[in-house]
């Protein structure tokens, strides 16, 4: 059975032949805009990129992104082999005034200890301390007070000491005085900043924190040699023979992940380019035609990505992985081209003019078919709202299309360009046939003609088997909820985050899992409070969605109007009692310190300090109107089941006002991603189904043949299911597009294989199975290569896509290659047995 050979391919395959250095040119001038242009393109490895953006939790993230401060940190850490405190202390003195002066363009902050921090409380103890112990403290004071004037002026009614007051003394007042430890505070381990210093207790290594609003990769790299060049200068080794200075912060290991990140994409897409033209290689056994072949599949690459620039201008990471994945697809054009060539020349004899011609009619049909399918298979995705899916099927899709334009545009010339420098076969080779090719299909073809029932019935079985589990699998909640399982799992451990663990344990990492809410005005603050405690207090016992609400409220004292009186009292007794001699001169120089001077007014949200503020503070300097909401203690934020009851309670928080404030963050982010995979998963997976419906009964109507696709496709994608059922591979964000690809393309095999059938006829079975069947192994196998490359990931999600869209592809190219045969071979057994 013939396709009709277009003219216009007809014409363009003969100047091919014909002029195939022009074609040649054409390829390596196209290479110089799509190489530039797709080295351009960026990356973005933010998961909140995969959400569209309407999103309202994308909205509101952006809007408090612009208003967080959120400045890049350098950190410095010095250190000594052995205990030595004083140097580490006179190092940091020394350097933190030289860092300040490289100004507020480069160094917006230096942040060296708590020293202010400490200073603030210590001086405001009374305020913070409790209002029940201030108020006893008061009492006890004002009593031994009264009770010390009546016993010097002798009015006391009784004399008996042993009912006196406590007395005026400085242990015991500072007793009373000292905020009290609540109850739950842990005991630390040895002395917290010795000396107000970011320094261990053992003095063996202390940090210095530079707070920067540079960004950029030039920039940062200039920040960082000027502040190599500030240490320097200050010759740490003076300081202590031993001393050496190392650098961490979010300024590296950010830039080293993002690196990371970027080394893990080439890794894999290299792995998986070669894999696939490591089996070209094995197929059809000559290095000339992997190296055109490679070509093609690069210039189709460069192609793609240089489309992609200007089309989305990024890739994120669904869409990162995309090289090894079209890789794999996209070089089953040029092999179906490739094998058809060489049979031409090499079984048949034919010039190249003649083996350029039959090659664009034998095969044009078939691959551009098999391209529109996977176009659509891809293209499925292009419903969905979740951003990541749509970006992987617009690149996969015009992917598809672009690897067979390339193909038919480029590769009959460069064939026959290599063929003018050095033929391709010698004169006494021409006319034998390739035994190669067919070694891929013997074996199958060989044990479908042993055992046609055998296999038919295990084929059934495990249809049904598989149809069964594939039940259980989209019934007994398919999505992933941990997310853990789509995180990156780097292998190797830098120098520069080993130190930030040092870091960590130094300075602490305040609210780090807590999520920001911003208010528009400090009035909406409190209200909003309120209102989430109102939700907290309302929630089951075993759902409380959130631990507590933390505002700049929370750090200023309470009840200060009712403390003041109490403080200024005491104040009052104390130095009247200092003034009578009813304290001594020693107990007055410690009680000093804990009188704070001059008159009292409420502390307010100005008078915090930076150090304190910080996290409550915009880039703009307003304080307050941020406002954090903790986790739920042991609740685990990797938990997105928890993680969608946390972000459901912040999500929206209606003021009594009529105002609503809208919540976002990292836990609303990926509870939306979750929640969106959900809802597209039908969308995508519908669209595909039904468009590899529509595609075998185009080919084959209502006919027997067309069950011949329809039940190895049926068996392939409930294979798949089975397997993720098995193997317990849930549903995430970054695999579950192996479900719509899989669906679309499953149908491609058996599609080729009974079109085949349905020309050659049944008594050429076994020559179809061997010859057709051979290239649909090969074709499946650099698919499944260009998956398998991708459990070289160091991401676990990337990795479950790649296991389950390789496995996806051998048990669909078994069913079409095996099973499907056996049941043709056992249908002619059954008539000729009939007859």
């Known amino acids: 059975m013939t396709h009709r050979f277009p003219s216009l391919f007809r014409r363009l395959g003969e100047l091919q032949a014909q002029r195939p250095w022009l074609f040649v040119a054409l390829a390596i001038l196209s290479l110089l805009p799509a190489g530039f242009a797709a080295k351009g393109i960026g990356f973005k490895s933010d998961f909140a990129e995969l959400l569209p953006d309407n999103k309202p939790s994308v909205i509101e993230m952006r809007r408090v992104s612009k208003r967080l401060a959120g400045a890049s940190t350098l950190s410095i850490v010095a250190e000594v082999p052995q205990s ?29 200890g708590v020293q202010d921090a400490r200073a603030f409380f210590e001086k405001n103890k009374l305020f913070y301390a409790s209002y029940d112990d201030l108020k006893k403290a008061h009492d006890e004071v004002v009593e031994r007070y009264d009770y010390e004037i009546a016993k010097k002026q002798g009015t006391l009614l009784d004399d008996d000491e042993t009912e006196a007051p406590p007395p005026l003394t400085a242990d015991d007042i500072e007793r009373r005085l000292t905020p009290k430890k609540k109850e739950g505070d842990k005991p630390k381990d040895g002395p917290p900043h010795p000396d107000g210093y970011y320094m261990n207790a053992e003095g063996t290594h202390v940090a210095v924190l530079v707070r920067t609003p540079v960004s950029g990769k030039q920039a940062t790299a200039e920040l960082k040699a000027a502040v190599a060049g500030v240490v320097n200068d200050t010759h740490p080794k003076g300081f202590d023979a031993g001393m050496e200075v190392r650098y961490t912060g979010d300024i590296i290991t950010s830039a080293e992940e993002y690196d990371a990140i970027i080394s893990d994409l080439s890794h894999v897409g290299t792995w998986g380019v ?13 290095i000339r035609t992997v190296m055109v072949i490679g070509a093609v599949v690069l210039t189709a690459l460069l192609w793609t990505f240089g489309l992609t620039r200007f089309t989305i201008g990024y890739l994120n990471s669904s869409t990162g992985f995309l090289v090894s994945i079209i890789a794999g697809n996209g070089i089953n054009y040029s092999i179906m081209y490739m094998a058809r060539y060489i049979e031409a020349r090499r079984d048949q004899g034919m010039t190249v003019p003649e083996a350029t011609l039959v090659s664009w009619r034998d ?116 999505m992933e909820y941990d997310m853990a399982n789509v995180r990156n799992e780097r292998k190797d451990r830098t120098a520069a985050g080993e130190l930030s663990k040092k870091v960590d344990k130094v300075v602490g990492r305040l ?33 409380k969605p959130f631990e507590k609400v933390v505002t700049i409220h929370s750090l200023l004292p309470d009840r200060q109007a009712e403390k ?40 307010g949200i100005a008078d915090l300090p930076e150090q304190v503020a910080r996290s ?23 938990d997105a089941k928890y993680l969608i009851r946390w972000a459901d309670s912040f999500r929206s928080t209606p003021l009594p006002s009529g105002e609503v404030i809208q919540g976002s963050g990292r836990a609303v ?36 043949a067309a069950l011949g696709v329809f039940l190895p496709w049926l068996l392939g994608v409930a294979g798949l299911l089975a397997f993720m059922f098995l193997k317990s591979i849930k549903l995430n964000f970054l695999n579950f597009v192996t479900l719509p690809i899989t669906i679309g393309i499953a149908a491609e095999y058996a599609h080729n294989l009974m079109q085949r059938y349905r020309s050659e006829g049944p008594d050429k079975l076994y020559g179809v199975v061997v010859e057709t069947g051979g290239a649909v192994i090969l074709c499946s196998l650099t698919t499944t290569i260009g998956y398998l490359a991708l459990m070289l990931s160091i991401n676990r999600g990337i990795v479950s896509f790649g296991l389950a869209a390789a496995v996806g592809e051998v048990i669909c190219v078994l069913a079409a290659v095996l099973f499907l045969p056996a049941f043709l071979f056992a249908m002619q057994g059954r008539k000729r047995a009939s007859r």
């Open 84 to 112: 030595n405190p004083a140097a580490l202390k006179r190092f940091v003195d020394e350097v933190v005034p030289r860092l300040k002066a490289l100004g507020p363009e480069r160094v917006g902050a230096v942040d060296f």
């Open 274 to 286: 070669a894999g696939v033209l490591g089996s070209v290689l094995l197929f059809f056994l000559r």
């Open 363 to 478: 095969t044009w049909v078939p691959t551009l078919s098999a391209a529109a399918t996977a176009c659509l298979a891809y293209g499925s995705l292009i419903v969905t709202d979740f951003r990541g899916f749509k970006h992987f099927g617009i690149i996969g899709g015009y992917g598809m299309l672009l690897c067979w334009l390339v193909t038919y545009l480029f590769m009959p010339a460069v064939l026959a360009a290599s063929e003018g420098v050095m033929p391709m076969f010698k004169p006494s080779e021409k006319g034998e046939r390739v035994k190669a090719r067919g070694y891929y299909g013997l074996a199958f073809a060989k044990l479908a003609r042993l055992a046609p029932r055998t296999l038919t019935v295990t084929g059934v079985v495990l249809g049904v088997a598989s149809v069964a589990l594939a039940g259980l699998y989209l019934t007994r909640e398919p």
């Open 511 to 543: 609210g780090q899992d807590g999520m920001a809410i911003m208010t528009e005005r400090l009035d909406q603050v409190l209200p909003l409070k309120a209102e989430l405690e109102k939700r907290l207090a309302a929630a089951p016992e075993k759902q």
């Open 564 to 603: 003041i009186p109490l403080i200024e009292t005491i104040r009052d007794r104390l130095e009247r009692a200092r003034k009578r001699g009813v304290i001594s001169d020693a107990d007055w120089v410690r009680l000093e310190g804990h009188m704070p001077k001059g008159a009292l007014a409420p502390i």
């Open 616 to 638: 409550f503070t915009e880039k703009n300097g307003t304080r307050g109107n941020i406002v954090f909401i903790v986790p739920k203690s042991g609740e685990s934020v990797w």
């Open 669 to 704: 982010i990926y509870a939306d991603m979750i929640m969106t995979v959900a809802e597209d998963a039908p969308k995508a997976i519908a669209v595909s189904a039904i468009g590899s419906v529509v595609v075998i009964l185009v080919a084959f109507g209502a006919q027997r």
